[in-house]
């Protein structure tokens, strides 16, 4: 698999991770009403979001690949 092939999938995986995090948030605040399993699922959240600007800021700043 070439350099480019392998950041474009690292970025897809960054962009599920936003995506899930913005479903879980929703979730829990309109769906939950247990106060626990909102904090737990908030944290994973927020985890998510880091996870994904970390990726996204790698391969943003990692620059273009070479042919």
Do not use: C, H, Q
Request: glycine share 8%.
């Amino acid at each position: 698999m070439t350099d480019g092939l392998m950041k474009m999938w690292i970025s897809f995986v960054g962009m599920g991770f936003m995506i899930i995090s913005v479903l879980l948030v929703y979730f829990t605040r309109f769906k939950l009403k247990n106060r626990i399993v909102k904090g737990i699922l908030n944290t994973i959240s927020f985890i998510l979001i880091l996870l994904a600007g970390i990726i996204i800021f790698f391969v943003v700043f990692s620059g273009p690949v070479p042919e």
